[in-house]
């Protein structure tokens, strides 16, 4: 039985239209709870991430947020960052500064910044980048297809608080081909566990005029197949990458992320290399579908 009843919103994130997103549980006022059962929680709202928002411990934040997704706790992801930041805006918070926040999170702090068209972006937190070896692009290109990959831009892993195995794809019409099935899908597995990350994203370049720059597709391979219909943390690991390998797109470029599940997320780049400490900016539009309140 609840001890107590907290304000809960849950968002549709990256995205200005309803069902279109990524959705996110918010869970306000959650001081008191145990970690034990913040997963119980999350295991129970059943979406790919739940976040708990709690006074911040440093006095340079606004708000402390634990993101869990069912089955573990994790430091950083993109679209709760984005997606509690909207509901505690949404919910009358006012800002320490004007148009920022400073989130505290299992990375340290990240800032974010309100755009236009009531966008907010964050910081993407540094990342890590090692490139696949020889022999494990051999691998990926025979779970892949050789043909579809261009290996110009290396395959790497990516790790920002959330690794991720990046992989460029000849265009974005492979890339909404790809199909994983089979031997290709296990070896494709066993590689991405040998690389240290949670899954594959694989991006392609859409043609000038296109719906946007490029086209990502994030897939988990446990048990099944899962794909994640508008991933943060993966954006910023294809906009660091991007950088590292002197490919960047523009000063700024977006990214297309769902289609394959009847999505339609948007996620606005930015680089902003007078920045200290903040080279890269992840942004998105955020929409509450749900506000209510939360036996916890």
């Not at 200005?16 to 929680?41: C, H, W, Y």
């Not at 309100?114 to 972006?121: I, L, S």
């Not at 780049?269 to 942004?283: F, H, L, Q």
Request: aromatic share 6%; net charge negative; hydrophobic share 45%.
């Amino acid at each position: 039985m609840s001890s107590r009843t907290v304000q809960f919103k849950q968002v549709d994130v990256f995205t200005p239209v309803p069902f279109k997103g990524n959705p996110l549980a918010v869970i306000f006022d959650a001081e008191g709870l145990s970690t034990e059962r913040m997963q119980e929680i999350a295991r129970w709202t059943n979406l790919s991430e739940t976040a708990f928002l709690l006074p911040p411990t440093d006095p340079r934040a606004d708000y402390r947020v634990r993101i869990f997704t069912t089955a573990v706790e994790l430091p950083f992801a993109g679209h709760p960052t984005l997606g509690s930041a909207h509901a505690l805006i949404d919910s009358g918070y006012t800002p320490k500064t004007p148009g920022r926040l400073v989130q505290e999170c299992g990375v340290g702090l990240v800032a974010l910044s309100e755009r236009a068209d009531g966008e907010w972006a964050f910081a993407a937190p540094p990342a890590s980048i090692v490139p696949l070896t020889d022999a494990q692009n051999e691998r990926l290109a025979a779970a892949l297809g050789a043909a579809v990959i261009d290996f110009s831009a290396p395959p790497a892993a990516v790790n920002n608080g959330a690794p991720w195995l990046v992989v460029r794809m000849r265009d974005a019409a492979q890339c909404l081909a790809m199909s994983l099935h089979g031997h290709a899908r296990e070896s494709l597995a066993a590689l991405i566990a040998e690389a240290g990350t949670h899954g594959i994203a694989v991006y392609g370049p859409h043609a000038p005029g296109g719906p946007a720059t490029f086209e990502l597709r994030v897939i988990l391979l446990g048990a099944e197949n899962i794909e994640d219909p508008v991933t943060g943390s993966a954006n910023a690991a294809l906009a660091t990458l991007l950088s590292a390998q002197g490919r960047r797109p523009g000063a700024s470029f977006t990214v297309r992320q769902g289609t394959a599940l009847g999505r339609d997320g948007r996620v606005s780049i930015t680089y902003d290399d007078d920045a200290s400490g903040a080279p890269v900016w992840i942004g998105g539009r955020s929409v509450t579908i749900i506000d209510g309140t939360f036996g916890i």
